[in-house]
Every structure is written in C-alpha cells, then in structure tokens.
C-alpha cells in the first residue's frame, strides 16, 4: 500500500501559512457554508452541521490518504484561518495537477487568494516538479480571475459547460503555468 500523501507547512506572501486541515478548523468551514457560492463548487455542507463540518475535514484528510491531492489550510498573518488551496492530481499520470482555491467573504479584498495559490504553484512546479498546473474560472469571476493571472496563469481558452455548479452546466476559462514560467 502506498503511503499518504505529506501535507507540508508552507509559506505564502503577506505573512500567510499554509497547512494540513484540523478538526479546529470547524468555524471555518462553518463561515464557508454561509457563502452563496463556496459549497456550489466544492464539498462544503450546506446547510453546516458540526457533524457535516467534521465529515468536510475528514474528506480532506482522506485526499492526502488517497494520494488525490494537497489540501492546505490558508491562515492570516493574525493567525486565523480563512480559506482553502488545494493541488488536485487526478491528472498527475499525464503530466499535469490543477489548482482550486477559495476565500471566506469576511478575508476577501487582501491578495490572501494570490499569496497562497502562488506559494503553491511554486512548490508544485519546483518541488514536486509537476510540468504543467491548471486552473478553472467562472468568466464572470473577476476576483479569480485577477488571481490566476497575479499568480502568472495564462487564460488558454474557455470550456463551454465545462463543469457542474449547483444545478447546471457552467463554462470555465482554463488557465495554464508551465514549470519554467515563474
């Protein structure tokens, strides 16, 4: 059996740390689930219980034991977590990981989304030596989109209906960074 992935500590622009999810994470998670459009595009319960808030941080033990991907904890300069990063490796056996990332609302507007995904990107590239990272963005997120191209994304194109949200197909622009490009 192959042994679980390592979620290391790292650290990120703006006196940012990431890290492994903690059942003391719950409040977290708990903000995430208030958010209109958090839980549409990921695993977050909604509506939170603390039982579906455990159940969240177990799913991401349970990629690093699955060796599906690096969930990290993103945490202010004042100590407090605010958001999540995550490298998905589905894609990994071809060269390629991608990387997702959201912010709670009340951490929103501070580059925190930038400093964290780049942090990432630079130690899946450099580190792990993945060759290629890739990104996906609702066109009418501007906030993201700005943070992918902070980050040094480049926009390749747009998959019409390329994902689920909530109840429809969306389309997604796809952002690319090759190693070598940072």
């Given at each position: 059996m192959e042994e679980s992935l390592d979620v290391p500590e790292l650290a990120a622009g703006g006196g940012c740390t990431l890290r492994?999810?903690?059942?003391?994470?719950?409040?977290?998670?708990?903000?995430?689930?208030?958010?209109?459009?958090?839980?549409?595009?990921?695993?977050?319960?909604?509506?939170?219980?603390?039982?579906?808030?455990?159940?969240?941080?177990?799913?991401?033990?349970g990629r690093a034991t699955g060796r599906t991907g690096y969930p990290f904890v993103i945490v202010n300069a004042d100590g407090l977590p605010v958001g999540n990063v995550g490298l998905w490796l589905k894609d990994s056996g071809q060269g390629r990981a991608s990387l997702g990332y959201w912010v709670v609302k009340s951490a929103r507007g501070q580059g925190i989304a930038s400093a964290a995904s780049s942090a990432v990107a630079h130690w899946a590239l450099n580190t792990l030596r993945i060759p290629r990272l890739e990104l996906y963005v609702e066109p009418w997120n501007a906030a993201s989109v700005r943070t992918a191209e902070r980050v040094g994304f480049h926009r390749e194109g747009l998959l019409r209906g390329w994902q689920q949200v909530g109840t429809e197909r969306r389309d997604m622009f796809m952002y690319s960074l090759l190693r070598g490009e940072l």
């Open positions: 492994r999810w903690n059942l003391s994470d719950l409040g977290l998670v708990r903000e995430a689930a208030q958010d209109d459009y958090i839980p549409l595009i990921t695993t977050v319960p909604s509506p939170y219980s603390e039982s579906e808030g455990v159940a969240f941080i177990e799913r991401q033990w």
